[in-house]
């Protein structure tokens, strides 16, 4: 199970900046697509999210575009991989109660900046992405269950 779920994070660590250098198109179009959008381990699930549609000029440092996942107390959660751009927190909280069968997993993000929208899509490894679409200077949030 340790080398299927290896695997797992070394095809997403490989996507990510194939997808990065892919979309270069976009920013010629006026908009930025994030890179350096985390991915992270949850309990041994890969679980990775797309922070997009940022507009041309908006600067991304490390205090433009804020990642808080929030996970139940006592579950393993570690960034395994990330680059500049956005600051990714685990917060562990005692109200998220999981158990054998789910695991809740709350992501909210926010970028600094208004009178933009912005996409975010959250892909745990080998299932459908959610996506929801918020406005820039708000929290954009997704709850999801592993």
Known sequence: MKKKRLSQILVMMLL???LCLSTTGVALAGWNWSCGDPVLEIAGHVVTVDVKTIPEGVELNGSSV??????????TAEVVDQTGGITTKI??????NSDADSIPVEVAVLVHGKGFDVEVTVTVADGEPQTVVGEAGKKVEIDLVL
Do not use: E, F, M, N
Not at 66 to 72: N, Q
């Open 66 to 75: 804020r990642v808080i996942v929030t996970v139940p107390a006592g579950i």
């Open 16 to 18: 990510v900046p194939i």
């Open 91 to 96: 917060v562990r909280s005692r109200k998220l």
